[in-house]
């Protein structure tokens, strides 16, 4: 069970669980098309985007398997980005992390930063065995933050799934908590 002390202080960055008033700035950077493209949900509309935020709101503890503790990355108290620890596996002591960032505040460190903490918050705090991240293989910059992570890619799969109308491929990267060391 996890149920972090908040708000969490990174170098740089607040850690906190979502809001109502996330709304605007939630809607602005997830509806953009350079952020929209690689994520799941299928709509950028404000009222979709409106359904997801009610959904992370209640996304602040993992208390069993299966459920996301989803975050506000807030940079000087404004919300820059979101990250997410989700507990995949209690008998396995598996869990998957994943970021999202306002385009503006890219290339800056804060994903890498934002998402040390989720390893962070696997590995010490929930007891985590391994944990792993993915994403759509053009998305260069996501596959960078896991690396710079330290964090293996364990594959590349080939149109493994139709995504936004096309086959997709993605790479799977992980770290296991032997490999694991204190974020930078």
């Known amino acids: 069970m996890l149920r ?44 979709g985007v409106a359904e997801l935020l009610a959904r992370r709101i209640n996304e602040h503890e993992l208390t ?20 997410a ?4 596996n209690e008998a396995n002591r598996q869990g ?11 290339g800056k460190g ?6 040390a903490h989720m390893l962070k918050l696997g590995f010490e705090d929930l007891g985590l065995h ?11 910059p996501s596959w960078r933050v896991m690396e710079r992570l330290n964090m293996r890619r364990e594959a590349h799969l080939r149109h ?10 993605s790479y799977v990267y992980a770290m296991l908590a032997e490999e694991y060391r204190e974020p930078i």
């Open 4 to 47: 972090p002390d908040y708000p969490i202080r990174t170098a740089r960055l607040v850690l906190r669980p979502f809001q109502e008033d996330d709304l605007d700035v939630f809607h602005a950077y997830r509806s953009l098309p350079e952020v929209h493209r690689y994520l799941y949900n299928d709509t950028a509309s404000r009222e």
């Open 160 to 169: 493994h799934e139709l995504f936004k109308g096309e086959w997709g491929d």
């Open 85 to 88: 620890l989700k507990w995949t």
């Open 96 to 106: 998957e992390i994943g970021y999202s960032l306002h385009p503006a505040f890219q």
């Open 110 to 115: 804060y994903a890498q930063e934002a998402a």
């Open 130 to 140: 391994r944990i792993q991240a993915e994403c759509d293989a053009r998305n260069e």
């Open 64 to 83: 069993e398997e299966g459920q996301r503790l989803a975050l506000a990355v807030c940079l000087d108290e404004e919300v820059i980005g979101d990250v």
